[in-house]
């Protein structure tokens, strides 16, 4: 599993029995404007980590799961140059390292999950970025698809908004009570039916694990 | 708004950003091309004007906030107001394949500068004048972002991320009065030409499972689709995604 160190995640690795390779942090920017711009020269450490794990075994199974430390809701007129660096160009980046890096390391026949921080369409107001960012990740997956298929690769993609829900959802309420869904239950459980043996045929799709808050 | 129409449109020098300022000339709208190249948008200034429309040209960078913002000010002060806008700007490295493992994370830069900090940049700069006209916005994806691409992953990726950002983006300004979609345009411009020349089999990809058999025309197949959404006919229409591409992408 390629994924940042939360502890959510540490604890998903290891109920999944999975070895965890974490993700960098991501750079800060110091200021809007050129210091944005100068956040992007920390690019190449994520080359230099990419290559690190990209050099290792072949596995059959990789999960990569790029989340940030925390969340701030903010309308996008509303958020800083250094602050949408932080919220979408950063986990963006990360999130493409990651999965090429995964790429790398997942062996022919293999399967590749991605699990995203999604915010449900409904819900989605104040969260631009990361509305942004989840959908990169799903075209990233499909991209993925089409060019590992061909050795018998399938990437597919998990999507969750635990995270950032709100407490009180606009109506209509979502189906299932459970709504956002616990990364440690209807998550994992939609992971481990990605990688498992009933899902052979299915690669470049999306499940969002979500409880019904969104139908595509 | 009022039936003529004073609009901004990003990138609008060449390819779909010019037939969409031509088609809006045709309606005589005024019709602001913002770009990098001077030649070249005061030349599509002057298509817009010559259809029945005023044109201007403002040279812009649209990853450069104080170039938006300064472009922003000189179209408020000139025309008064600002009823519609199209993001049309896009890397020049868009049609350029990559492969996916190997991109250096510092090439995604110049396309998250121009199609996603450009975004925010534009929103913020426009948002106060959109208020006032409840006026509309309009931003130029792709099916790219539907479906990924293959060896063209870090494009597909930040035309899905548009998407993402509008969907929100909807629902922030709604209660605003202002509108946001995406069209997701298939036409022959020279972006494409390029990127046909850098992949000799992507022509055949891309008309064989076209059921119209043609590209669009960026002017009378796609312009006059954004500027429905930019017209008062589309009021009720937000927060969606338009696919300009002759029924090509299989997922809608």
Same mark, same amino acid.
């Given at each position: 599993?390629?994924?940042?160190?939360?502890?959510?995640?540490?604890?998903?690795?290891?109920?999944?029995?999975?070895?965890? !390779?974490?993700?960098?942090?991501?750079?800060?920017? $110091?200021?809007?404007?050129?210091?944005?711009?100068?956040?992007?020269?920390?690019?190449?450490? =994520?080359?230099?980590?990419?290559?690190?794990?990209?050099?290792?075994? @072949?596995?059959?199974?990789?999960?990569?799961?790029?989340?940030?430390?925390?969340?701030?809701?903010?309308?996008? /007129?509303?958020?800083?140059?250094?602050? =949408?660096?932080?919220?979408?160009?950063? &986990?963006?980046?990360?999130?493409?390292?990651?999965?090429?890096?995964?790429?790398?390391?997942?062996?022919?026949?293999?399967?590749? #999950?991605?699990?995203?921080?999604?915010?449900?369409?409904?819900?989605?107001?104040?969260?631009?970025?990361?509305?942004?960012?989840?959908?990169?990740?799903?075209?990233?997956?499909?991209?993925?698809?089409?060019?590992?298929?061909?050795?018998?690769?399938?990437?597919? *993609?998990?999507?969750?908004?635990?995270?950032? *829900?709100?407490?009180? &959802?606009?109506?209509? @309420?979502?189906?299932?009570?459970?709504?956002?869904? %616990?990364?440690? !239950?209807?998550?994992?459980?939609? #992971?481990?039916?990605?990688?498992?043996?009933?899902?052979?045929?299915?690669?470049?799709?999306?499940?969002?694990?979500?409880?019904?808050?969104?139908? %595509? | 708004?009022?039936?003529?129409?004073?609009?901004?449109?990003?990138?609008?020098?060449?390819?779909?950003?010019?037939?969409?300022?031509?088609?809006?000339?045709?309606?005589?709208?005024?019709?602001?091309?913002? *770009?990098?190249?001077?030649?070249?948008?005061?030349?599509?200034?002057?298509?817009?004007?010559?259809?029945?429309?005023?044109?201007? =040209?403002?040279?812009?960078?649209?990853?450069?906030?104080?170039?938006?913002?300064?472009?922003?000010?000189?179209?408020?002060?000139?025309?008064?107001?600002?009823?519609?806008?199209?993001?049309?700007?896009?890397?020049?490295?868009?049609?350029?394949? /990559?492969?996916? +493992?190997?991109?250096?994370?510092?090439?995604?830069?110049?396309?998250?500068? $121009?199609?996603?900090?450009?975004?925010?940049?534009?929103?913020?700069?426009?948002?106060?004048?959109?208020?006032?006209?409840?006026?509309?916005?309009?931003?130029? +994806?792709?099916?790219?972002?539907?479906?990924?691409?293959?060896?063209?992953?870090?494009?597909?990726?930040?035309?899905?991320?548009?998407?993402?950002?509008?969907?929100?983006?909807?629902?922030?300004?709604?209660?605003?009065?202002?509108?946001?979609?995406? /069209?997701?345009?298939?036409?022959?411009? @020279?972006?494409?030409?390029?990127?046909?020349?850098?992949?000799?089999?992507?022509?055949? %990809?891309?008309?064989?499972?076209?059921?119209?058999?043609?590209?669009?025309?960026?002017?009378?197949?796609?312009?006059?689709? $954004?500027? =429905?959404?930019?017209?008062?006919?589309?009021?009720?229409? +937000?927060?969606?995604?338009?696919?300009?591409?002759?029924?090509?992408?299989?997922?809608?």
């Amino acid at each position: 599993m390629i994924a940042s160190r939360l502890d959510e995640l540490v604890a998903l690795a290891g109920a999944l029995n999975a070895d965890l !390779a974490v993700v960098p942090d991501c750079p800060v920017a $110091v200021g809007d404007g050129d210091g944005v711009v100068a956040a992007w020269s920390h690019a190449a450490d =994520f080359d230099r980590w990419r290559a690190g794990i990209a050099g290792g075994e @072949p596995v059959p199974v990789v999960i990569v799961a790029v989340w940030p430390d925390s969340h701030r809701s903010a309308t996008l /007129v509303c958020t800083s140059a250094a602050e =949408f660096a932080r919220r979408l160009e950063w &986990p963006f980046a990360a999130w493409y390292a990651a999965l090429g890096a995964a790429a790398a390391r997942c062996a022919d026949g293999g399967a590749i #999950v991605a699990l995203v921080e999604r915010p449900s369409p409904l819900d989605s107001a104040g969260w631009a970025p990361e509305s942004g960012c989840a959908d990169a990740v799903e075209a990233l997956v499909r991209s993925l698809a089409r060019s590992e298929g061909p050795r018998g690769v399938r990437v597919n *993609a998990v999507t969750t908004p635990a995270r950032l *829900a709100p407490d009180r &959802p606009i109506a209509p @309420p979502p189906p299932l009570s459970t709504f956002p869904g %616990r990364i440690d !239950a209807e998550v994992a459980d939609a #992971v481990a039916m990605l990688i498992g043996s009933g899902t052979t045929g299915v690669t470049g799709a999306v499940v969002h694990a979500d409880c019904g808050r969104s139908w %595509r | 708004m009022s039936d003529s129409k004073v609009v901004l449109i990003t990138g609008a020098s060449g390819g779909v950003g010019r037939g969409i300022a031509q088609s809006c000339g045709a309606a005589g709208w005024t019709v602001w091309i913002a *770009a990098r190249r001077a030649l070249e948008g005061a030349r599509v200034a002057a298509e817009v004007t010559e259809r029945g429309g005023t044109g201007h =040209f403002v040279e812009c960078d649209a990853a450069v906030a104080a170039d938006v913002e300064r472009a922003v000010a000189t179209l408020v002060a000139t025309s008064a107001r600002l009823d519609g806008v199209v993001l049309n700007a896009t890397s020049g490295l868009s049609p350029k394949p /990559v492969v996916f +493992t190997d991109v250096p994370i510092a090439d995604l830069q110049d396309h998250v500068a $121009v199609s996603l900090r450009g975004l925010h940049l534009l929103a913020g700069a426009v948002y106060p004048h959109l208020r006032t006209s409840a006026g509309s916005l309009v931003v130029l +994806t792709s099916e790219a972002g539907f479906e990924g691409k293959a060896k063209l992953s870090v494009y597909a990726a930040i035309k899905a991320a548009q998407r993402g950002i509008v969907r929100s983006l909807a629902r922030e300004w709604g209660p605003d009065g202002i509108r946001i979609n995406c /069209v997701a345009p298939l036409a022959g411009t @020279p972006a494409m030409d390029r990127a046909f020349d850098m992949d000799p089999e992507m022509a055949a %990809r891309v008309l064989g499972r076209n059921p119209l058999g043609r590209m669009g025309d960026p002017e009378t197949d796609v312009g006059p689709i $954004v500027r =429905f959404l930019l017209s008062d006919d589309a009021r009720y229409l +937000t927060g969606n995604t338009l696919m300009a591409d002759g029924g090509s992408c299989p997922i809608t």
